[in-house]
């Protein structure tokens, strides 16, 4: 499996969801992550990454509640939100990066 710091390095938009397993606004989020996939296809890699399973991660980036979307390059952080979403703002944040 390749590290977190490795799959971030990407050339592509990386979106991760720190989400957890017992959090409600969580389960809204993901059929929303699965749309966007399936819309931007390749121009855009998805990853999920649950915040109990992964708590080192979690406490880098100072992850204080979930769900909290973040966008990377090339290592960069580009933009980071918390709470649901809507797909349009996912779609335009993701799309400026591409």
Not at 30 to 52: C, F, N, T, Y
């Amino acid at each position: 499996m390749a590290s977190f710091g490795s799959i971030i390095e990407s050339d592509v938009p990386v979106l991760i969801d720190f989400h957890a397993e017992w959090c409600g606004p969580c389960k809204t989020v993901a059929p929303i992550l699965k749309s966007l996939k399936e819309e931007m296809g390749d121009q855009v890699k998805l990853i999920k990454i649950d915040v109990d399973k992964n708590q080192e991660i979690a406490a880098k980036y100072q992850i204080r509640g979930v769900p909290t979307l973040m966008i990377f390059k090339n290592g960069n952080l580009l933009w980071r939100q918390s709470g649901v979403t809507p797909i349009e703002n996912l779609r335009a944040e993701v799309s400026k990066h591409i």
